[in-house]
């Protein structure tokens, strides 16, 4: 007699359980693939842009040496190594006036020329009348550039030129006459001399003789 029951096939059985470890063989290699992916060095976070910027600000913006500025040099002058007997002898003096001779005690007059010869290093030297007591006032400075420049700005401005006095641009003269006092003033390249007395009067050839004998012993 023929068995018509039917039984369950051996391999359909057996499909279902490979098929399971199939798919956990596919599904565990795509989880491993996802993982290497994630690891990649390419993918690799990189700061952002606002990080990147708060990080420079961090570290501040490199100081810079601003230079100094150059000191404007101060008007001055150098220490005066003549005498006023070098600059004037006493023939010189006596050429010019037998009655004049040194002044005793004497100081710059207020105001005056010689005053501001004195406030630069500057020699001041007087000679009195010995009647008259009329004084005649002789200052030598040796101004640096600054101070060149100022003063011959001002000489320019207050007086007139004197050519007689010597040969421009080696010598610039000037004479003015001003509160009862002939004033000269003389520039050579190193010095500023001045004359300043009523001898003068008004006329610059009154202190020509004793200007050119002072500018001769300066050389």
């Not at 956990?24 to 990080?51: H, K, N, R, Y």
């Amino acid at each position: 007699m023929t068995d018509t029951r039917v039984y369950p096939s051996f391999a359909r059985t057996a499909a279902h359980p490979a098929r399971r470890r199939a798919g956990l063989l596919l599904a565990g290699g795509a989880l491993f693939a996802l993982v290497l992916t994630g690891c990649s060095a390419g993918d690799e976070p990189t700061p952002s842009d606002s990080a990147a910027a708060t990080s420079e600000a961090s570290a501040g913006p490199a100081e810079s040496a601003s230079p100094s500025p150059t000191p404007t040099p101060e008007a001055t002058g150098s220490a005066i190594t003549q005498t006023c007997g070098d600059l004037l002898t006493l023939q010189n003096v006596y050429d010019f006036n037998p009655n004049y001779g040194t002044a005793a005690g004497y100081s710059p007059s207020a105001n005056g020329l010689a005053e501001t010869a004195a406030t630069y290093n500057g020699l001041t030297c007087g000679y009195s009348n010995q009647s008259s007591s009329e004084l005649i006032e002789l200052s030598l400075v040796a101004p640096n550039d600054v101070l060149m420049t100022t003063l011959k700005q001002q000489a320019d401005a207050d007086s007139q030129a004197v050519p007689t006095y010597g040969t421009p641009p080696t010598v610039d003269g000037f004479f003015t006459y001003v509160g009862g006092s002939g004033q000269a003033q003389v520039f050579t390249g190193t010095y500023w001399v001045t004359l300043s007395s009523p001898a003068f009067y008004n006329e610059p050839g009154a202190a020509e003789g004793l200007m050119s004998a002072v500018l001769g012993h300066l050389g």
